[in-house]
């Protein structure tokens, strides 16, 4: 019984000791499967190119500079193919049925980043991971830090959402020698780590080929569409804009007495300069797309040197000297019909003796019109208080002693205000609307 379990002791012993993976079977294998040339593309037919199956993994976008059209990004591909010259039983070589033997010693595929600002050259030369199966089949693991271009549309900055690609070919192997295929039609974002600034909406791969030189070459792309995070530009770029418009505008609200109305509309000016000079260095300097936020900051910046025009008109007039320079009539009815139609109170009476002479006449009046109750009477004081103010009012616009030129100053400022009032805020809730929607939509 004792001699039966020894003896099987020992053949389980004696078989895992063949079947060990000891570093022996693997310095055998390389010894005896690698003596080949790495130039030399490993096929049995040369007329028949090497498929190569790619996946792109992205690991981090680190930036997208939208001056320069330049994406940083980290990334590692998956990189397989057949190699005919190398294959080997595990059984006979200790269970070992993957190697990992040195780069240099392997045939590879001289793949390129076409888009690349940095210099051209093949990828994975600075960090390589390859390794080798009992099949023949070679896995190589190249990880790069990306340095793309990338076509940026600021049309709706900042809800301005960015298309970037990677796009790879092989170096010098035309699709005689080699044939990239993708494995999955996507970049794979199994291990992306967010960036603050921009967000990942999808991601698609296409193979396409393109002609260099009269040779057809297979060209792999990968796109990213980022979206970028408007918060902190809204809050620090397009709120203070829309509040500086909407502030420039109580320019025509200050009296002209007080003397600080030109050097306030003078500092809105320059302050829309500023604000302008900040949004143009986050624009690229190509003219290829033109931003819907520079271009509302331009028309603010020519609305803010109208106000200052009209403010030195207003206070010309408002220092007329009338003696030497009468109202002309003409103007004299201008300014009537426009204090009608805006319901403004003339200046040549005070509001409080306008609203005491009526309040005693239609006191006075107020048993002579019809009505019964408590409520006829109320109804018939307000119909008299209205209709001995309208008549007031048009009493007070119609005395050509009245028509001053600081009356003259006051009505234009009116109505310029409640002109650039509704052009501003139709112009801005329009301006928003367009660069949210565009936004959310694509969602």
């Given at each position: 019984m004792?001699?039966?379990a020894l003896t099987a002791l020992s053949l389980v012993l004696i078989t895992d000791m063949c079947l060990s993976q000891s570093a022996l079977n693997v310095s055998k294998l390389h010894d005896e499967l690698l003596n080949l040339i790495p130039n030399v593309r490993p096929v049995n037919d040369v007329t028949q190119p090497t498929v190569v199956n790619i996946s792109f993994h992205l690991l981090s976008i680190i930036s997208l500079d939208t001056v320069s059209q330049k994406l940083v990004s980290n990334g590692w591909m998956s990189v397989v193919w057949h190699n005919d010259y190398v294959s080997w039983n595990p059984e006979h070589h200790g269970g070992v049925w993957r190697i990992s033997p040195h780069p240099d010693r392997l045939w590879r595929p001289r793949l390129t980043v076409l888009n690349t600002l940095k210099d051209l050259k093949p990828v994975g030369e600075d960090y390589v991971v390859i390794y080798l199966t009992y099949k023949g089949e070679v896995f190589w693991l190249p990880a790069e830090r990306f340095e793309t271009f990338c076509r940026v549309d600021v049309t709706f900055f900042p809800f301005d959402i960015q298309r970037c690609r990677w796009e790879f070919f092989g170096w010098a192997q035309d699709v005689n020698e080699i044939v990239l295929q993708l494995v999955q039609p996507s970049v794979c974002l199994d291990s992306f780590q967010k960036n603050g600034e921009w967000s990942v909406m999808d991601t698609t791969a296409?193979?396409?080929?393109?002609?260099?030189?009269?040779?057809?070459f297979s060209v792999v792309n990968y796109e990213v569409t980022l979206r970028r995070r408007p918060t902190l530009l809204a809050l620090t770029v397009l709120l203070p804009v829309v509040v500086q418009s909407v502030v420039n505008m109580f320019v025509f609200t200050i009296p002209s007495e007080a003397g600080e109305r030109l050097a306030y509309a003078m500092t809105s000016f320059l302050s829309f300069g500023v604000f302008m000079s900040f949004i143009v260095d986050l624009m690229p300097s190509s003219t290829e797309t033109l931003s819907i936020m520079a271009v509302s900051l331009s028309c603010q910046l020519i609305l803010s040197a109208v106000y200052v025009l009209f403010c030195i008109l207003s206070l010309r007039l408002f220092h007329r000297d009338p003696h030497k320079h009468?109202?002309?009539?003409?103007?004299?009815?201008?300014?009537?019909?426009?204090?009608l139609l805006l319901c403004l109170d003339p200046p040549s009476q005070p509001r409080n003796a306008v609203h005491t002479e009526v309040e005693t006449i239609s006191?006075?009046?107020?048993?002579?019109?019809?009505?019964?109750?408590?409520?006829?009477?109320?109804?018939?004081?307000h119909l008299a208080r209205?209709?001995?103010?309208?008549?007031?009012r048009q009493e007070a616009?119609?005395?050509?002693?009245?028509m001053t030129w600081q009356r003259v100053s006051r009505s234009l400022d009116k109505l310029l205000f409640r002109i650039f009032f509704c052009l501003v805020m139709m112009y801005t809730v329009v301006v928003i609307i367009i660069m949210t929607s565009h936004y959310f939509n694509a969602v």
């Open positions: 004792l001699n039966s296409w193979v396409e080929t393109r002609a260099f030189y009269g040779f057809p009468p109202v002309p009539p003409t103007l004299q009815t201008l300014i009537v019909g426009l204090e006191s006075d009046n107020s048993g002579t019109l019809y009505g019964t109750g408590v409520k006829g009477s109320r109804l018939q004081g209205w209709a001995r103010k309208r008549k007031v616009y119609t005395q050509p002693q009245d």
